[in-house]
């Protein structure tokens, strides 16, 4: 028992991937040869051992990866009664990913106390599929996320590649996910899921929304808080950079915007994707300095719509079509055992969000995105398995996007009002209209201060 203390102040987080811990439960389980099942039951000892992995466990969800240092130093103080955790932080180098669900004031007024069921389904999506594609999940503020992956600055640049990239993907199949409306909804009753809809889908895409900022660079991570309640959490103009742009998000009205920092790092074959938006003022650290940011247009509709060709894609039937409408590309049937004794709301059998953690195990074979030789071919097929979502981004609109731009930023403006408003009646691009009615509050004539550029 001891030992294994021993091996879990060193590695709280992770300590079953350790060779160390292999090993000693391999020997532990060679002494238990030749006693029952009921016996060791009732051992003492192995209760106790049990005890210490399940606590072990919820150290790891309450704490999470940002958490490991405070966990470490309070384990290898010992004997010490009082809860200890470092004044300063330590210097780490990430991926930021900060999600947040659309219209949640809303949503909490119309569903009250089952709030908690919708929330809980959208969290357990966000985090499977970012913990899938080795992202760590880090905070949960009601209606928000914030999802990390590390980058070591000593990484060569392809490790760097493959974790933006997986990143990247993260947002796309949460997206996806999102048109999964029967899963999010099941645990609500009858009454809150018609209001729910009626307020608030708006006839274009998933009737859940979520908006995603990406943002990379340095950040302190460490503990914040007393001995009567600490929260392991980053601080950086990085992490807030994350969160400005999934605001940003709602003006330019695209669920993604990531910052020139993430996308340097990136492979080429994304970067060449990706498409820059604006260039804009750093108000709140630097006034002078100006940041790129860019998008990774998706035309999810469109994915789902081919995917599915004979469904509405807001009227799923029956609870097994979800396997199926989660198995997106060419993955195999999932099937999800029915608890007869399971908790029933509105006589519907609440769907366990390990259901989806399952069906999202087969949909991306992470055995296979786990192989460290054959990690970064993974993710690139899954890439190429969503090509239906780039469809309608083809090189003209690329150019016609840009011209558009070139003319806003040259005080072309009465050129670029035609440029973007047919941007906008060829693919319904957001960006364009967010720049259109830049143009149009201001007469098509801009501002004498204008030189180009946008601000936070």
């Excluded at 990774?296 to 599915?308: A, G, R, Y």
């Excluded at 192989?371 to 071919?377: A, G, Q």
């Amino acid at each position: 028992m001891i030992q294994l203390i021993d091996i879990l102040s060193q590695n709280p987080v992770g300590y079953k991937n350790m060779e160390i811990y292999k090993r000693f439960d391999k020997e532990r389980k060679k002494k238990q040869v030749g006693w029952s099942e009921k016996v060791l039951l009732g051992m003492e000892t192995n209760h106790l051992m049990k005890t210490i992995e399940t606590i072990a466990n919820l150290l790891e969800v309450g704490f999470g990866f940002a958490g490991v240092e405070i966990v470490r130093s309070n384990l290898e103080q010992g004997n010490s009664k009082n809860i200890y955790f470092r004044q300063n932080g330590k210097e780490v180098f990430c991926i930021f990913l900060f999600c947040d669900v659309r219209q949640f004031t809303d949503t909490t007024e119309i569903m009250k106390h089952e709030i908690f069921f919708f929330v809980n389904k959208i969290a357990q999506v966000v985090h499977s599929i970012c913990h899938l594609l080795e992202g760590a999940a880090n905070k949960n503020i009601g209606d928000a996320f914030l999802i990390t992956w590390s980058l070591a600055e000593e990484d060569p640049s392809k490790q760097k590649s493959s974790q933006a990239d997986k990143a990247l993907l993260s947002v796309v199949r949460i997206g996806i996910a999102l048109y999964n409306e029967e899963f999010f909804l099941d645990s609500v009753s009858i009454s809150a899921k018609r209001a729910f809809k009626d307020k608030i889908y708006d006839g274009k895409g998933s009737l859940i929304k979520i908006g995603f900022g990406l943002s990379a660079g340095c950040a302190v991570q460490g503990a914040i808080g007393s001995r009567k309640k600490i929260d392991a959490t980053y601080i950086s103009e990085n992490v807030d950079m994350a969160e400005t742009l999934e605001g940003l998000t709602k003006s330019y009205k695209v669920p993604l915007l990531m910052s020139g920092a993430f996308y340097f790092f990136l492979s080429g074959e994304r970067q060449m994707e990706c498409r820059e938006v604006d260039q804009i003022y750093d108000n709140v650290y630097e006034e002078t300095k100006t940041i790129k940011i860019y998008t990774w247009d998706m035309d999810l509709d469109n994915h789902i719509k081919k995917e599915e060709p004979e469904k509405h894609v807001h009227k799923i039937k029956t609870r097994r079509t979800f396997a199926k409408r989660l198995a997106i590309s060419d993955t195999p049937k999932i099937t999800t055992k029915i608890d007869v004794n399971a908790n029933q709301v509105g006589s519907k059998r609440s769907l366990c969000p390990d259901d989806f953690e399952q069906g999202m195990a087969s949909t991306y074979k992470c055995e296979k995105l786990h192989m460290k030789d054959s990690l970064s071919n993974g993710v690139e097929m899954e890439f190429n398995k969503l090509s239906r979502i780039r469809d309608k981004f083809d090189e003209s609109f690329f150019n016609d996007f840009n011209i558009a731009l070139q003319c806003y930023r040259t005080q072309d403006w009465r050129r670029a009002k035609k440029n973007f408003q047919s941007m906008i009646s060829k693919y319904d691009d957001g960006p364009s209209e967010y720049f259109l009615q830049e143009i149009l509050k201001n007469d098509c004539l801009p501002p004498k201060d204008f030189d180009g550029y946008g601000s936070i």
